[in-house]
C-alpha cells in the first residue's frame, strides 16, 4: 500500500473486531483504536443494561471516532467500530473521506458462541438479534471489503491484510 489507509473495522458484536483490529494494525504497521473508548458513559450504561443504542445515541461516538480516523489521515491507522448502518459508514467518511472499510462476516451461531465465552465485555449475547437486524451489509459503492471470521484471529487478520491488498490493486 503507498499511502497507509484509516481502516475500520467493522461488524455485529461478537466478530472479533477487538481481536483483529490490533492484529490488523501490527501487520500494516499503524496504530490501533479500541471503538468502544469512544463511546460516552451513557452509551456504556445502555448496552450494559441490554438497551439497544439509537442514532442519537450513536452520533457523538460516530463524530469521536470520524475525528480520530480524520487525525490520522495520510498516516494510516485501525480503529474498530461496529458501522452496521449505512448511514453511520457515512457519517463516518464524512468526517474522514478516505476510510476503507473491513467487515468482518460469519455465521450467527460462530458469533454467539464466540460472545458466550467473553469475560469482562459489557455488551449482551441478548443484543445479538438486534445487531444482525441492524445490519447493512457494504454496498458496492463503499470502499472496503468483507472478511470471513471463521478459523484463527491471524488467519482472519492474515485474509484482511490480503483483501485490502486485492482492494489496492482494483
Known amino acids: 500500500m ?12 461478537g466478530t472479533g473486531k477487538t481481536t483483529i483490529g490490533p492484529l490488523l494494525a501490527e501487520r500494516l504497521g499503524v496504530p490501533y483504536a479500541e471503538g468502544d473508548d469512544f463511546h460516552p458513559p451513557a452509551n456504556i450504561a445502555k448496552m450494559t443494561a441490554g438497551t439497544p443504542l439509537t442514532d442519537e445515541d450513536r452520533r457523538p461516538w460516530l463524530d469521536a471516532i470520524g475525528e480520530w480516523a480524520h487525525g490520522r489521515a495520510g498516516l494510516g491507522g485501525v480503529v474498530s467500530c ?20 473491513v467487515h468482518l462476516t460469519g455465521d450467527r451461531k460462530l458469533i454467539e458462541d464466540r460472545m458466550s465465552h467473553r469475560q469482562g465485555h459489557f455488551m449482551p449475547t441478548a443484543l445479538l438479534d438486534s445487531q444482525f437486524a441492524t445490519l447493512q451489509p457494504l454496498e458496492a459503492d463503499e470502499a472496503g471489503v468483507g472478511v470471513d471470521v471463521s478459523g484463527s484471529p491471524e ?16
Do not use: N, Q
Open 2 to 13: 503507498s499511502t497507509p489507509h484509516v481502516v475500520v473495522v467493522m461488524g455485529v458484536a
Open 82 to 101: 461496529s458501522a452496521l448502518k449505512r448511514s453511520y459508514r457515512d457519517r463516518l467518511r464524512a468526517g474522514a473521506p478516505g476510510v476503507v472499510f
Open 155 to 170: 488467519e482472519i487478520a492474515d485474509r484482511a491484510v490480503r483483501a485490502l491488498a486485492a482492494l489496492d490493486s482494483e
